[in-house]
């Protein structure tokens, strides 16, 4: 029934094993070199992904830096700016109250005059009053 044939089962190891031999040349060791170089291909871009995260943290402390710089100097030409303007105010101010002080001076010196003139006005009226007066009482 079952006949195991020594030929035949000699003749099929040899075809496996040339079949093993050609298989592993033509295809197991491409493949093989081909996962090896991806790998290799995996891990070089891994260490220029770190490289590269390496300057890009450089790069972006640089930024902050300028940044921080800019800001310290807009704050400085901000104070500066703010300095000038307060001082611009002030003289103006200063001018302002100088002006108005002695238009104050030259007001009541006018007042003065005008209270020197009304009392001397008042003063040569005063007989017409004691006249009028007199008349009013004798009137009554």
Do not use: C
């Not at 040349?25 to 390496?54: C, F, T, V």
């Not at 005059?113 to 017409?128: F, I, M």
């Amino acid at each position: 029934m079952l006949d195991i044939s020594p030929i035949l089962l000699g003749v099929t190891l040899v075809v496996f094993l040339i079949l093993i031999a050609v298989l592993n040349s033509w295809l197991y060791n491409p493949l093989l070199a081909y996962m090896h170089k991806r790998d290799a291909d995996i891990k070089k871009d891994l260490q220029q992904i770190g490289s590269n995260d390496e300057e890009v943290n450089a790069l972006i402390a640089k930024a902050e830096q300028i940044v921080m710089d800019a800001k310290l100097e807009a704050a400085a030409l901000r104070e500066k700016v703010i300095a000038d303007a307060k001082e611009l105010a002030q003289s103006k101010l200063e001018a302002k109250r100088a002006e108005l002080a002695s238009e104050y001076v030259e007001f009541e010196q006018s007042l003065a005059q005008e209270r020197e003139e009304l009392n001397g006005a008042l003063l040569s009226q005063v007989p017409l009053f004691k006249e009028a007066i007199k008349a009013k009482f004798s009137q009554l």
